[in-house]
């Protein structure tokens, strides 16, 4: 039986469109492929249950320390104003930290954009049930599937915010990726007059699943997610990390055509750069934009230096001012996690392809990228 958002859905043109043949397809067939995705869409928050569930987490956000930067931007957009939120995506434990900063602060919970491959077992359960996190099939070209979710998040957003990752997936090589335009496009179909995009960028000292990501290099097919938190919970042993979640000024929505390619493109592009730019620069990612593989530590100091100065030219969000002080906070976690090693007063490279994917986080603030080898 469809709810209200589900009978929302089904009255929207695009939709009605598809149902009478408009794509090439009519009749019941089709009516019951778009009622099949709207019960898979439908999801239900439950912000009290949510909050009791970090106990049972706790073995896992105790290890992360939660830091927020420029919380006013949202604390000031979230008075009347509907919002979405578009953050860089680097870790599973994305979907934890960053909505628990907004949930510390008082701040009214998104809804939240997640792959499907999250929602099996009881975890699936929690995240339909529980913190209202909305299934998104990935790189699916099947028309009903996409002008369903679209039409789902532009009726959605009449009553929630919505938390989502423009570039699809984790970053599996540690930079930055295209953004997909999919979501914006239909947060603006949703054509609420008072929508604001609001830039997040989080960054670790740490990635919990650095090792996996960078083995892999690319996603080269979805892997079982219970095999994933079997990984994640290997690698968790010894691990500690913080979590710098940055807000950025929101982005008015009002202007730009959701009929218009061009547009919803520069609007992605934007929201992009400004995701991008406030990333924070965290001492592990210079330490490994700098290093080489064998150095010693007056000279990777140095190069960090280097580092520093191109980046506070460009304003980065830089966590450090020296390379001294990047190293002294850098070196024992990377020697830690088994990425370098010091031998002889050398600091040698033990992972390389880790070492890489820390590198590539702050590659696109740079104008020589490239520099870890």
């Known amino acids: 039986m469809l709810d209200e958002i589900g009978q929302a859905v089904l009255a929207r043109e695009e939709v009605v469109k598809y149902l009478r043949g408009g794509l090439g397809e009519r009749g019941d067939q089709a009516r019951e492929r778009i009622y099949a995705y709207l019960e898979e869409l439908r999801t239900t928050q439950r912000p009290a249950i949510y909050r009791a569930l970090q106990h049972p987490l706790y073995p896992i956000l105790r290890k992360i320390e939660r830091r927020h930067e420029n919380l006013h931007h949202v604390e000031n957009a979230v008075r009347g104003h509907r919002l979405v939120y578009a953050s860089n995506h680097k870790s599973h434990t994305d979907y934890l930290v960053e909505p628990l900063v907004l949930d510390d602060n008082g701040i009214r919970p998104p809804l939240i954009a997640a792959g499907i491959n999250l929602f099996g077992g009881p975890l699936g359960l929690i995240h339909k049930h529980v913190t209202g996190a909305i299934p998104i099939r990935r790189n699916t070209k099947d028309p009903a ?3 369903t979710l679209k039409a789902y998040v532009a009726e959605i957003l009449k009553k929630h915010d919505i938390f989502f990752y ?5 970053s599996y090589s540690g930079e930055l990726k295209p953004s997909k335009t999919g979501l914006i496009h239909a947060a603006l179909q949703a054509e609420c007059p008072n929508l604001l995009i609001v830039p997040v960028a989080i960054a670790y000292d740490l990635v919990l ?3 996996i990501l960078a083995k892999q290099g690319t996603k080269k097919r979805q892997r079982p997610f219970s095999r994933e938190v079997a990984e994640m919970v290997r690698y968790a042993v010894g691990y500690r990390s913080r979590a710098f979640v940055t807000f950025g000024a929101p982005i008015s929505a009002a202007g730009c055509d959701p009929n218009s390619r061009t547009e919803v493109l520069e609007l992605s592009r934007l929201v992009r750069t400004r995701i991008g730019s406030q990333v924070k620069v965290l001492p592990t990612a210079l330490f490994a934009a700098a290093m080489r593989p064998s150095i010693t530590r007056r000279d990777l100091e140095q190069r960090i230096d280097r580092i520093i100065e191109e980046l506070a030219a460009r304003h980065a969000n830089l966590a450090v001012t020296t390379g001294r ?5 850098a070196a024992e976690p990377l020697e830690t996690r088994g990425i370098v090693v010091l031998e002889g007063g050398r600091f040698r490279v ?6 890489k994917f820390y590198a ?5 603030l740079l104008v020589t990228p490239g520099r870890a080898h």
Not at 166 to 170: M, Q
Not at 325 to 329: C, F, L, N, P, Y
Not at 350 to 355: A, C, G, K, P, Y
């Open 145 to 147: 599937y996409l002008i």
């Open 166 to 170: 423009p570039e699809g997936g984790r």
């Open 209 to 211: 699943e650095d090792h």
């Open 325 to 329: 002080q990047a190293m002294d906070e």
């Open 350 to 355: 033990r992972e390389r392809n880790v070492l």
């Open 360 to 364: 590539r986080s702050i590659e696109h």
